[in-house]
Structure formats: C-alpha cells, structure tokens
C-alpha cells in the first residue's frame, strides 16, 4: 500500500467535492479525512462541508451529500454516513478489513508502512553531550527523542545522517588545562575519569573567580590550544578519549548509534573563511570591536558572530557546520533537537543562514526541562542524578519486579529482561510525554504495570506471546495460515480497525516530530487488545474462530513488537 488510508480518503474526498463543485477552486489541504477517535463516527471523518459552506453559500449538509454522490467511494469503504450537519463518516467494509489484515500478515515487519522518505536525506543533530561533564538524568531527552526521530525516519525510508556533534572545543578548555596540570589526582581519574574532569574544572574555576593572573593564563593556554600547541592538545585530546568512554558506555546501554560523531572542533577551521564571507556580503557588520549580524526584519536580537577580542563562538561554529553539512550531504533538511532554551539562537542561525544562500530545510525540535517532582535540577542543591546511576537505578527495580513476576525464569534470563524492562521504561516515561512540555520524572509512573508505561505495554506483548506458546502446544498439528482471519465480534473489528491506523500514528509522529503521538497510538492498542481479550474466548472458541483470534492477537504483537522497537524499546516474549 503506497498511501495511508488518511491519505487514499482524502485524495477520495477532494477528487468528490471537486467534481461535485468544479467552479469552487478547492484548496486540497481544507479537504481532508482523519480517523476517528470516538466510536459511533465512523472509522474515519471528513469535516470539509463545514468549512466550505461560506464559500459556496449552501447549507454543509447539502454539500456532504452532493461530494458523497458525485464520485464513488474507494472499495477499503462499506459505509458512508452523513451525520449532523454535514459530517462525513466513512466506515470501512469487513470483507476489505480482513483482506487487509491478511496482507499485512504476509509482510508483518512493516505493517503497511509505506516508505515515504524515499529519496530524501535528512541529517539528524541530537544528545550533543559537552567533553569533561557527565551525562545526566536532564541529558536523556535529547537523545532518546533524537534517537527515535532517528529510527522513525530510517523506517519511513529516508537516508538519515546521525550526528552526536559533541560539544568539545571552547573557552573552557583553557580553564580545565589550568586545572589538570594544578588540581589533578591520576587516581581519582583512573577510577572515575569524568568525575574527577569535573571536578578540577570546578577548582580552576573558583581559582580563576578570585585571581585574575589565573584567568589569564587560562586564556593564554585556550590560545595555545586554538593554535596547535603540542602538549595542550594532547592534553585536550586525553579530555576527548576519557569523555567518549563514558559517553559510549551510556549509548551502549541505551541502545543509540550514530552516523557520526563530530565536535565543534571538527569546524574550526571553516570558521575563519565564514567570517571572511560575511563580513562580504555585508551580512556582518561590525559593532563595538565585534562583528555581528542585525536580524531586525526577523524580530530576533542581535547576533554576534566573532567577539571583540577576535574569538569565534557557538554561532560561528553552527554556522559553519550547516555549511559543511549542506555541501558533504546536500540533505533536504538539517534536524536539531536541544532543549527550549536554545530556541532564540536557532532562530538567530537559521535567519543568518538562510542570508547566506543555504535553501535546505532547517528545523529545531525543541523539547521541555526534565525534574524531579520537587523541582528542576540543580548541582548546587545535589539533585542532578548522573545518567549512569539512573540507568543503574532502572535495572535495579525491574529486576524485583521480574523476579517477582516469574520466579522460576533462569537467573541469566532475568537480568536480560530485567535491562529491557528498566531502560524502557525510563525511555517511556520521556517519549509518552510532548516533546515541548516540561516533565517531572517519578519511578511510581515510569514502572508502572497497569498505566501509560513501557512495562506495561511490554506486559500486554509478553501475554499474547503466551497466548500463541499456550495455542501452539494445544494444537501443534494445526497451521494458523491456513485458517482466514475473521471480524466477527464489535471488539474483533475494533482492534482491527486500530491496527489499520499505524501507518497513519508513524507517518504523523514523524512529521511532527513528536514520538509521544506514536506512544499514544500503542497504548490504545494495547488497551483495545486487553478488552478483546476480555471479551471473547480465545482457545475455548470453536475451530476456525480460534485461529482467526489467535492470528489477530499475532498482528496485535507485532504492532507492539514494531512500535517498540522504533522507539528504542524490547519487546521481551517473557516478563
């Protein structure tokens, strides 16, 4: 199937009103089909009559009925009702649904996902951790959320270049040199090497707070750095080495690769001919010793772009990256994801770039603080947990809860269902929630069993393993493809009817960048799955009505298993 119903539903509606109306000048996007989210409306609804009533002065009732009656409706729909004062409900046909259900049974690794990204790169910038800090629990956004936006694309059948652009060039490295040669403790760096980085920066720096000749000497050494200095770029370089093992170790355990990993550091030498360019073509001017860009006309703050002292900065590199970006992957767009406070600066890059020529697509996909229920983060009053001991922490707890859930599975088999337990669930509890608002994390919700939750949803797929291992030891002599799936019960339809609208909850959270729509339509999956299974018999149904239940309860799994899996997430058959 090369469209969604959505799609193949409002391509249907537009061709109805255009021929019902030839002279109106329809335009496409006010003429659209959604799937429905209340029962009694249909399976999916059209809302245009309403919106064209003033344009073609006739009562919207009036106009429903004239487009349903002016083209046939595609064979996917049996039904069509119009309903109040001009709403199109569209219900599709049993026989089609089953035919459906059947094919994407034949091709369940994509369940009719349609490869919609065909032809297109998009480069992808997300986690961007910072050389000589730790990653912590408010680091996890970014790359969880950049990670799926990651995978959604790829299955959508884009080239996607990933790109960890680590922060790791920068005034402090000056400040952290000072540091390493004065604060050092090779013992604590061996134990605990990002720790102990941290740690002598924090002490150069409250060195440097009360002496200026400090300060200046971390200058100096960033300058020697800047400039090739032997010895400061080997230290620089072990800052790099240390950092990475750390940040690798996490990955690992996340699950998260990249195409690429390159710092600001890998741009630095662009940076001088990207000055030269703009101050050129007028796009940089120069104010008070620095060179910066009026954005004016875009309602944003001035942007600098080389401070007084000569010295390029944040925007400098980004600007120079786009730049390098643009002419390595011609992409037909450049994807940030950073959290809210950076929305200005990106604004300031994309109005400065887009003066400069570059036509790609450039979007940042902002996201909202992560805190703990008592407040935001903060070093100061001891609450930012590392990443490391919150993924420790994760493990910890579903290690109890699968121990308690199935006592006789094999030592070894809990600890690795235990790992895709707890690192689902703090992925989850991240990814349920909308992008752009704030998130106050809690493990109460994070490892909850019977609410909005990766163990939950991991539970619903490990039952219907069960349901197929129990169905396959009763009846080994029997092959479920040979028996027809069936939608007999109002529950059977139901879940027939959402499983239909996957492509349509993927193609929707990746273009909107929002993984929560995705999570959203797995959860009223699962909870559509848990009334069926309530509400009939399953290996107590007679023949052929058995199979086709069991089948469903397989395309039921592999949607989960799908889903999951593009959000980072396992799927274990046992919990």
Known sequence: MLQTLEQEFSDWAFAAFSAAFPDAALVRDEVSVVATSEKGFGDYQCNAAMGLARVLKQAPRAIAEAAVQAIEAPKSVGRIEIAGPGFINLYL?????????????????????????????????????NIAKRMHIGHIRSTVIGNVLDRMHRFLGY??????????????????????????????????????????????????????????????????????????TEIWTRFLDLSRGEFDAIYEQLGVTFDLERGESYYRERVPGLLDSLKEEGIARESEGAQVVFLEEEELPVCIVQKSDGASNYATTDLATIQSRVEEFNPDAIVYVTDKRQQTHFKQIFAIASKMGVSTRLEHVWFGLMSLPEGAFSTRDGNVIPLTALLSEAQRRAQKLVEGSSPGMSPEEQENVARAV????????????????????????????????????????????????????????????????????????????????????????????????????????????????QGVPFLKAEEGTRESRVRLCGLVAKTLQVGLGLMGIEAPERI
């Open 159 to 232: 080239r996607v270049i990933s790109d960890n652009h680590i922060g790791d060039w920068g005034t402090q490295f000056g400040i952290l040199i000072m540091g390493y040669r004065e604060f050092l403790d090779e013992d604590a760096l061996g134990r605990d090497p990002v720790g102990e980085l941290e740690r002598i920066y924090v002490a150069s720096s409250e060195r440097g707070a009360s002496d200026e000749e400090w300060m200046n000497q971390a200058r100096e050494e960033l300058r020697k750095l800047q400039q090739g200095d032997p010895e400061n």
């Open 93 to 129: 046909d049993e026989g089609w649904m089953s035919t459906r259900l059947e094919q994407l049974s034949a091709e369940p690794d994509r369940m009719g996902v349609p490869e919609a990204g065909a032809g297109r790169t998009v480069v992808l910038d997300y986690s961007s951790p």
């Open 422 to 533: 707890g690192i689902g669930a703090v992925k989850y509890a991240d990814l349920s929630q909308n992008p752009q608002s704030d998130v106050a994390f809690t493990w109460e919700k994070a490892m909850s069993m019977d609410g909005n939750s990766a163990p939950y949803l991991q539970y619903v797929y490990a039952r219907i393993s069960s349901v197929c291992d129990k169905y396959n030891d009763q009846f080994p002599q029997l092959d479920l493809e040979n028996f027809p799936i069936l939608l007999i019960e109002a529950v059977e339809r139901q879940v027939a009817a959402h499983l239909l609208r996957f492509p349509e909850a993927l193609l929707r959270a990746c273009r909107q960048y929002r993984p929560n729509l995705l999570a959203d339509y797995l959860y009223e999956l699962s909870q559509n799955y848990n009334r069926f299974y």
